[in-house]
T-cell receptor, first 115, second 111 residues
């Protein structure tokens, strides 16, 4: 296992188009997170899965964003009707439930540019 | 929400000088905090967590509940320490938690 992987690494799209990103976590990890990061900011939490259940979603997240983790393994993040403000790095992380304080392992990110 | 703040966007020190990266938290309950680091062209990775109380690459961080701080320190900076540093809450979540990371501090070590 080479760690968390994300696909694609870069995506350029036109405003109004839909995009979908994939994340493959470390195989034994039951938790999966999506973050968004813009220049000069820390990772901004989007949503979180435990196995296949989506347990938490950012209150700031637009309805245009949806995420799935159908079999508790890989996850997809879809953005519908993209806007220029969606341009950012989208990070995926995974972790394994521990007694206290999960360490998150991050993927390389998908950089989205909306023209 | 579990919120952490990093007041410094940029910190520049000379090689061999002490380093302190500040992190303050706003929590209810017992805080659990981490420091993550991102070196140039690499992915985010864990540097250290407060429950382990260990020193990694010469860095230490002590949780100060009185000051609600978790500052990262190193007595003698090295050029390879140049990176982005993020103070972060843990990945485990209870309902209604909204993970809020610090904005990060860019550490530059001058030769």
């Amino acid at each position: 296992d080479t760690g968390v992987s994300q696909d694609p690494r870069h995506k350029i799209t036109k405003r109004g188009q839909n995009v979908t990103f994939r994340c493959d976590p470390i195989s034994e990890h039951n938790r999966l997170y999506w973050y968004r990061q813009t220049l000069g900011q820390g990772p901004e939490f989007l949503t979180y899965f435990q196995n296949e259940a989506q347990l938490e979603k950012s209150r700031l997240l637009s309805d245009r964003f949806s995420a799935e983790r159908p079999k508790g393994s890989f996850s997809t993040l879809e953005i519908q009707r993209t806007e220029q403000g969606d341009s950012a790095m989208y990070l995926c992380a995974s972790s394994k439930t521990s007694g206290r304080g999960d360490e998150q392992f991050f993927g390389p990110g998908t950089r989205l540019t909306v023209l | 929400a579990q919120r952490v703040t990093q007041p410094e966007k940029l910190l520049s020190v000379f090689k061999g000088a002490p380093v302190e990266l500040k992190c303050n938290y706003s929590y209810s309950g017992s805080p659990e905090l981490f420091w993550y680091v991102q070196y140039s062209r690499q992915r985010l990775q864990l540097l250290l967590r407060h429950i382990s109380r260990e020193s990694i690459k010469g860095f230490t961080a002590d949780l100060n509940k009185g000051e609600t701080s978790f500052h990262l320190k190193k007595p003698f900076a090295q050029e390879e320490d140049s990176a982005m540093y993020y103070c972060a809450p843990p990945g485990s979540m209870d309902s209604n938690y909204q993970l809020i990371w610090g904005a990060g501090t860019k550490l530059i070590i001058k030769p």
